[in-house]
């Protein structure tokens, strides 16, 4: 029975709910989710929990992640990519040492406001299924963390980049931003999600590759397990003893471990394999989401 995480190379034109349909056709499997959308447009690394491993999507999608791409210069369009209306036109292009500055503005925490066309909720609906129906609508802010953000390039109307962010982030804002902060208007051409978290594009696996073997065994020899996905959490090893009050539902106290700490995500197991994933409050792990 599989039970671990999988990174797909997710394929321009395609959604991420594709490629869960596709595995869970394939794998005989309903349990599966991806950690971090990508838009249609958008390629790269596509994370997904089978089976157990769901459990700690929420829990993954905190990781760092490394997007490549690229601005054309001169037009916006109302989905702030290549796939939308131009809403908006000027004729700019800043010089390369104006764009390199201006870049020193977006760098550790930064308040962004979301596409319009993007999967936050508003009273419960998408924000993209408002924005296709023409329904007006207003977004808030949002504070996002830009680790770091490199120019990879500059010419011909068109700007490509490096950016290494935390999660939550939306490249197309940035992108917007950083033309608005200079007088000008892009829109994104090409966004490839090269890393998020242990997955990179080395260590993913193209649907075409899985559809070739039908003994999945190609699937297995990617497949990671939980422990190895969740190396940017804490973790602590326990007992028999804690890990039955665990699957009880109860509390445990960890203050041999860690005092009267607190910590907003923990990960606890018994002989490297999973028990539990949770919050540590003075001391005291308190279970989230237990594993079988």
Same mark, same amino acid.
């Given at each position: 029975?599989l039970?671990?995480w999988i990174?797909i190379i997710k394929?321009?034109n395609f959604?991420s709910?594709f490629?869960?349909?596709f595995?869970?056709k ?5 349990k599966?989710g991806?950690?971090?959308t ?7 690394v ?10 700690s ?5 905190t990781?760092?992640?490394?997007y490549y ?7 916006e369009?109302d989905?702030l990519d290549?796939d939308?209306?131009?809403v908006k036109?000027?004729?700019f292009?800043?010089k390369?040492?104006d ?5 020193k503005k ?6 962004q406001?979301?596409p319009?066309?993007?999967?936050n909720?508003i009273?419960g609906?998408?924000a993209?299924t408002?924005?296709r ?12 963390f830009?680790?770091k953000i490199?120019?990879i390039?500059h010419?011909?109307?068109?700007s490509?980049?490096l950016?290494?962010c935390g999660s939550? =982030?939306?490249v197309?804002s940035?992108?917007?931003d /950083?033309? &608005?902060? !200079?007088?000008?208007v892009?829109? %994104? +051409?090409k ?5 998020t978290?242990c997955f990179s594009i080395k ?13 999945l =065994?190609?699937i297995?020899k990617?497949l990671l397990? /939980?422990s &190895?996905? !969740?190396?940017h959490?804490?973790? %602590? +090893?326990?007992n ?6 665990i699957?009880k539902g109860?509390?445990i106290?960890?203050t041999?471990k ?6 907003d995500?923990?990960?606890t197991?018994?002989s490297?394999k999973?028990v ?5 409050k003075?001391?005291f ?8």
């Amino acid at each position: 029975m599989l039970n671990g995480w999988i990174s797909i190379i997710k394929e321009k034109n395609f959604t991420s709910n594709f490629y869960i349909n596709f595995l869970k056709k394939i794998l005989k499997k309903n349990k599966l989710g991806h950690a971090g959308t990508l838009d249609p447009f958008a390629e790269g690394v596509l994370p997904i929990a089978i089976g157990e491993a769901t459990k700690s999507v929420s829990f993954f999608q905190t990781s760092t992640k490394i997007y490549y791409f690229e601005m054309i210069w001169g037009e916006e369009t109302d989905t702030l990519d290549c796939d939308g209306v131009v809403v908006k036109k000027k004729k700019f292009f800043p010089k390369k040492i104006d764009l390199i500055n201006v870049l020193k503005k977006f760098s550790g925490y930064i308040l962004q406001l979301p596409p319009k066309f993007s999967a936050n909720k508003i009273n419960g609906v998408r924000a993209y299924t408002l924005a296709r129906k023409n329904i007006d609508f207003s977004l808030t802010q949002k504070k996002v963390f830009i680790k770091k953000i490199r120019l990879i390039s500059h010419e011909n109307n068109k700007s490509c980049f490096l950016v290494k962010c935390g999660s939550g =982030t939306y490249v197309r804002s940035l992108a917007r931003d /950083i033309a &608005n902060e !200079l007088g000008g208007v892009v829109y %994104v +051409n090409k966004l490839l999600r090269r890393r998020t978290g242990c997955f990179s594009i080395k260590n993913s696996i193209s649907l075409s590759i899985i559809n070739k073997d039908p003994k999945l =065994t190609t699937i297995s020899k990617y497949l990671l397990d /939980i422990s &190895n996905v !969740l190396i940017h959490i804490p973790s %602590v +090893n326990l007992n028999e003893e804690k890990v039955s009050l665990i699957r009880k539902g109860l509390k445990i106290n960890l203050t041999d471990k860690f005092g009267n700490q607190s910590l907003d995500r923990i990960f606890t197991k018994i002989s490297k394999k999973p028990v539990a994933l949770g919050y540590l409050k003075e001391g005291f792990f308190y279970p989230k989401r237990v594993f079988n």
